[in-house]
């Protein structure tokens, strides 16, 4: 199986925490479609995110983190 790359933070891990962002949301939120361009990274601190791959025909759910 393939494996994603380690992204880790160099220098001061510090700044990088002082640079995140809180955007909560509620049950049924989309946080991003497919197709979207990557522009936010998202850290699910509590709750559960599902995850869905849609086709032509369907919308079908591959993982829940």
Excluded: H, W
């Excluded at 510090?14 to 197709?35: H, M, S, V, Y």
């Amino acid at each position: 199986p393939s494996r994603a790359p380690v992204v880790g933070v160099r220098g001061d891990a510090g700044n990088f925490a002082d640079a995140l962002i809180a955007e909560p949301f509620k049950a049924g939120d989309t946080l991003i479609r497919q197709g979207d361009k990557g522009d936010k990274f998202y850290i699910v601190k509590s709750g559960i995110c599902k995850c869905m791959v849609s086709t032509e025909s369907k919308s079908e759910g591959v993982e829940v983190l």
